[in-house]
């Protein structure tokens, strides 16, 4: 049962072009979102959040859309730089009691 | 900031023995959670602690597995009768949680990678 869901295992994309991440989710009663970022052998670290109640947050030349309405929300990174390039997860919440849950991963490449 | 801090770095087992992993959170966080992640797959669940109180278990956490967090302060997981199944990288993340806010960010460790031979 895979509430969290990152259907692409992987993209690639041209240094300086953007790069969209997708992630779709299950549960209706989630109301915070995050973004994680991982690199080999360490930990995910993170790097944007987005409430419910909004439908975009922007933090430099990264963007999260929400669509709430379709389950959706998407990761934008605007120029793409090779320092980009990793795993990307998509993760949610419902309450201030439950549990973080991720979805599988996207992997960026950024390609010269 | 000394972050998040999980020792060891690697485990290497025969199936059978036990295990035991530690996690130092950030000093000030009073939330700390485990997570399991395998090749391909993003972090799943296994328990977290508010402060010395463990508030939720996934059904993931066999009787074989079991985590403490004595005084809130440091975590322990433990592994008994380890299997083949078990190998994967576990995950600290700790956050500062404050009343019914939903938007904490975890901060996680760099993992124990734990084999099972």
């Known amino acids: 049962d895979q509430q969290v869901k990152q259907n692409s295992p992987s993209l690639s994309v041209q240094e300086g072009r953007i790069s969209i991440l997708n992630c779709d989710y299950t549960?209706?009663?989630?109301?915070?979102f995050l973004w994680y970022k991982k690199y080999p052998a360490e930990g995910p670290t993170f790097l944007i959040s987005?409430?419910?109640?909004?439908d975009k947050n922007e933090d430099g030349r990264f963007t999260v859309f929400l669509n709430k309405s379709a389950k959706h929300l998407s990761l934008h990174i605007v120029p793409s730089q090779p320092g980009d390039s990793a795993v990307y997860f998509c993760?949610?919440?419902?309450?201030?009691?439950?549990?973080?849950?991720f979805g599988s991963g996207t992997r960026l490449s950024i390609r010269p | 900031d000394t972050g998040v801090s999980q020792d060891p770095r690697h485990k290497i087992t025969k199936r059978g023995q036990n295990v035991t992993f530690r996690c130092d959170p950030i000093s000030e966080h009073n939330r700390l959670y485990w997570y399991r992640q395998t090749l391909g797959q993003g972090p799943e669940f296994l328990t977290y602690?508010?402060?010395?109180?463990?508030?939720?278990k996934s059904r993931l956490l066999s009787d074989r597995f079991s985590a403490e967090r004595p005084k809130g302060s440091f975590s322990t997981l433990e592994i008994q009768r380890t299997e083949q199944g078990d190998s994967a990288m576990y995950l600290c993340?700790?956050?500062?949680?404050?009343?019914?806010?939903?938007?904490?960010?975890?901060?996680f460790g760099s993992g124990t990678q734990l084999s099972v031979l």
């Open positions: 987005i409430s419910s109640i909004k």
């Open positions: 993760a949610a919440r419902y309450s201030s009691a439950s549990k973080i849950i």
């Open positions: 549960n209706s009663m989630f109301d915070y």
């Open positions: 993340a700790s956050s500062s949680h404050r009343g019914r806010a939903t938007n904490e960010k975890l901060f």
């Open positions: 602690f508010q402060n010395e109180a463990q508030l939720e």
